[in-house]
């Protein structure tokens, strides 16, 4: 996992409080290619469209 990665899981679970088993379900679909965590997690309804943003913007600034 880089530095990037790192901070990204930091981030959902400091300051989204993304429990642990959505983050791994997230972390799982990522591996098998289908497509990027925060996007997996939104499609799977586990974050809003407002965190998704959110994640975005957070990422940008990482």
């Not at 899981?9 to 409080?17: G, N, T």
């Amino acid at each position: 996992m880089n530095v990037t990665n790192s901070r990204l899981i930091r981030f959902l679970q400091e300051e989204l409080a993304l429990p642990a088993d959505s983050l791994a379900i997230a972390q799982r679909s990522a591996e098998q290619d289908r497509g990027p965590v925060p996007m997996i997690l939104w499609q799977y309804g586990l974050i809003t469209l407002e965190e998704l943003d959110r994640i975005y913007d957070s990422i940008e600034e990482m």
